[in-house]
């Protein structure tokens, strides 16, 4: 299993452009999760879905938007870019069980933008 | 709102010594699970242990232990015989009720030769 998987590794975007973060896990886990990490902080949730067609808001949702057709993506898409949104960004899926919380991360996105 | 506390943004240890990295969590639930992730230089976010909030007994792996004191909302982690390899950022985590996970700020550990 290549676990969970996130593409680009590395974006630079201009303020106001739009990109796509792509999650692709292949281990069958309904939960799903979007977080973002700032620099000497932890992770703090965007998004998340617990299952296909289901996505929810999380701490930190404004500036982000997500969709949920399969099981195994969950794409990120930023609209609007400002540079409050430069940051590294992960996904993560976990079991179908929320109640047991262990959650397996992709390797993270690091976007700038300038 | 649950809330987690990492109250040492650094800590260090020479190689073969134990060192405690602390954690204090905020939550009103009965039921939980905490967690503790190492994130080494590449990223990745690795996870190191897990305890069950309705278990007593504290969870170990290998070197690595926790100290759970439910009552006092303190979620400490041990690491004995250090490892150079152990050097990374270490975040503590409660498990929400959504299957979210709500991190500390974590702590910068570094491992002296």
């Known amino acids: 299993n290549a676990g969970v998987t996130q593409t680009p590794k590395f974006r630079i975007l201009k303020i106001g452009q739009s990109m796509t973060l792509q999650c692709t896990q292949d281990?069958?886990?309904?939960?799903m999760y979007w977080y973002r990490q700032d620099p000497g902080m932890g992770l703090k949730l965007i998004y998340y879905?617990?299952?296909?067609?289901?996505?929810d808001k999380g701490e930190v949702p404004n500036g982000y938007n997500v969709s949920r057709s399969t099981t195994e993506d969950f794409p990120l898409r930023l609209e609007l870019a400002a540079p409050s949104q430069t940051s590294v960004y992960f996904c993560?899926?976990?079991?179908?069980?929320?109640?047991?919380?262990?959650?397996?991360f992709g390797p993270g996105t690091r976007l700038t933008v300038l | 709102a649950q809330t987690v506390t990492q109250s040492q943004p650094e800590m260090s240890v020479q190689e073969a010594e134990t060192v405690t990295l602390s954690c204090t969590y905020d939550?009103?639930?009965?039921?939980?699970?905490l967690f503790w992730y190492k994130q080494p230089p590449s990223r990745q976010m690795i996870l190191v242990i897990r305890?069950?909030?309705?278990?007593?007994q504290n969870a170990t792996e290998n070197r690595f232990s926790v100290n759970f004191q439910k009552a006092a909302k303190s979620f400490s982690l041990k690491i004995s015989d250090s490892q150079l390899g152990d050097a990374a950022m270490y975040f503590c985590?409660?498990?929400?009720?959504?299957?979210?996970?709500?991190f500390g700020k974590g702590t910068k550990l570094s491992v002296k030769p």
């Open positions: 985590a409660y498990g929400g009720s959504q299957g979210n996970l709500i």
């Open positions: 305890q069950e909030a309705y278990k007593q």
């Open positions: 993560a899926s976990s079991y179908p069980d929320p109640f047991y919380n262990e959650q397996f």
């Open positions: 879905s617990v299952g296909a067609g289901i996505t």
């Open positions: 281990m069958n886990h309904n939960y």
């Open positions: 939550t009103s639930e009965s039921d939980y699970y």
